[in-house]
Structure formats: structure tokens, C-alpha cells
């Protein structure tokens, strides 16, 4: 497994970091598993990525994934090398965005409901 950051996938494009990737959960206002479903990811990939120390370091499809699904979602990863008023980096939700594809409601438990008598 190729694991590089995500810089190096896109010549002169840019890495995200953990805390950015924390920040643009929270202003989505998803959880973790939100993230991997939006994501196309397992939960314990988005932890990973999470718990990374500064930059993100995961497989190229993976990152991939995880940018796509973020910029679909209307946040914008701000860089060092990107114009902003204090500099460093950070994380923007643009205006007017459509809202990420919905979050189907997790399914009942394998134990049934009891049937209603008729």
C-alpha cells in the first residue's frame, strides 16, 4: 500500500491535516462515521486519519476519497500558501453549497420488534 501525503498526489496542491480534517467535520456537524459514509471509507480510516500527528499519511485513493467528499460538501482547505488575511492553515465552508447526500438513520438491531397483534 502506497502511503504518501496527499501533496505529492497533485503536484503544487496541497496536504490536509488532522486538525483540518476535525475542523471540517465540525462544521458539516457529522461524526466520524458520517465522515467515512460521505467518505467511501471505514470509520477506523477516518480514525487513523484523525489521530495522525500533523499531516495526513494514508494511501492515495483514500486521501482522494476524503478530499472529494469534503469539497462535495462545500468545505474548502485552506493552505499556507493560499491568500488569507492571517496566513497558516485552515478550513472554510463556501457559500451556497448543497447539503452532503443524506445520512441514512442507522438500521434497527437484529433482534425484531415484536409483531403487533391483528
Known amino acids: 500500500m502506497c502511503r ?3 501533496a505529492s498526489v497533485k503536484e503544487g496542491s496541497f496536504m ?3 486538525n ?3 475542523a471540517a467535520r465540525a462544521l458539516l456537524n457529522i ?9 467511501s471509507l471505514s470509520v477506523p480510516t477516518i480514525q487513523r486519519m484523525e489521530a495522525s500527528d500533523g499531516v495526513i499519511r494514508a494511501n492515495v485513493d483514500s486521501l482522494m476519497k476524503l ?3 469534503l469539497e ?3 468545505i474548502e482547505l485552506i493552505n499556507p500558501a493560499a491568500p488569507s488575511l492571517a496566513g497558516g492553515r485552515g478550513v472554510r465552508l463556501r457559500e451556497h453549497v448543497t447539503k452532503p447526500r443524506t445520512i441514512r438513520p442507522p438500521k434497527p438491531s437484529s433482534a425484531r420488534a415484536p409483531e403487533r397483534a391483528r
Do not use: C, F, H, N
Open 31 to 39: 461524526d466520524q462515521r458520517q465522515m467515512a459514509e460521505l467518505a
Open 20 to 22: 483540518q480534517l476535525r
Open 16 to 18: 490536509i491535516t488532522a
Open 67 to 69: 478530499v472529494a467528499a
Open 72 to 74: 462535495s460538501a462545500g
Open 4 to 6: 504518501v501525503p496527499i
